[in-house]
């Protein structure tokens, strides 16, 4: 009784963390913690991927003016800015994030920190050059 115990303590600790990347996620601008956008996080195959909902920035076109290739002048919703994540233990890593505002692609990986909380870090070359934002799992 003691081991069945056991197993469904680990097994609900796990709950917690359950659901994911997968689903809503709010970002928020690094210097005045406004709402920039919502982010929907889905999987494809076995790869991660990203688009942006709804942007809450004003004063902008809504369109990716800086992208480049198919990216460039798309809207701003719809856009896919994470691509081809693979889950690698506690990260998924080994995809691209695009910065909508600068039209410039980085490297990236994620890492869910808590139920409602996701460290995404895009970066060039070597992870520690590069930018950490939190976003949190819209409720």
Do not use: H
Request: aromatic residues 12%; contains cysteine.
């Amino acid at each position: 009784m003691k081991y069945i115990s056991l197993l469904v303590l680990f097994f609900m600790s796990g709950l917690s963390y359950g659901q994911g990347i997968i689903g809503q996620w709010e970002t928020y601008d690094d210097e005045t913690n406004q709402k920039k956008a919502l982010i929907e996080i889905y999987q494809t195959n076995d790869s991660f991927y990203a688009k942006i909902v709804e942007s809450y920035v004003k004063g902008t076109s809504g369109i990716c003016e800086k992208c480049e290739g198919a990216k460039k002048d798309q809207p701003i919703a719809g856009l896919v800015i994470i691509e081809d994540l693979k889950e690698d233990d506690d990260e998924f890593n080994g995809g691209t994030i695009l910065d909508p505002e600068n039209g410039k692609t980085y490297k990236c990986y994620l890492q869910l920190l808590e139920t409602n909380k996701l460290k995404v870090r895009g970066y060039l070359g070597f992870s520690l050059l590069g930018r950490t934002q939190y976003w949190r799992r819209k409720e």
